[in-house]
């Protein structure tokens, strides 16, 4: 189990990339236009720079939703690999069924 503060900041990131994305394509955009001058380029540039770090998405991990792990994480049910084991193994999965050979 992960701490609980690294849950919390997870979710904390999440909340302030939702927050941030309007305004970091609005800035991005108008970095890449090569067609505006630089002067209007390099201020967009500086105010993307003063934006919150964690409003980045590249600072996002993916965590299991009952665990908090982060690695092993199966996007598709939002959960890692222990945790799909478990309930699969419990039947609270619909349609994974136990292997037996």
């Known amino acids: 189990m992960a701490r609980k503060a690294m849950i919390e900041r997870e979710r904390k990131r999440r ?3 939702a927050k941030y994305a309007d305004i970091r394509t609005e800035l991005k955009e108008t970095i ?3 067609e505006l001058p630089m002067e209007q380029r390099f201020s967009a540039s500086m105010k993307l720079a003063k ?3 964690n409003s980045s998405s590249t ?3 993916n965590r299991c939703e009952l665990t908090g792990r982060p690695r092993g994480y199966y ?3 939002r959960i890692s690999r ?3 084991r478990e309930l699969g193994g419990s ?3 619909p349609g994974m069924v136990k292997s037996s050979w």
Do not use: E, T
């Open 75 to 77: 996007r598709k049910l």
């Open 32 to 34: 890449y236009n090569r």
């Open 51 to 53: 934006l919150p770090r």
């Open 82 to 84: 222990i945790a799909v």
């Open 59 to 61: 600072r996002l991990r």
């Open 15 to 17: 909340r302030m990339v």
């Open 91 to 93: 039947g609270q999965i």
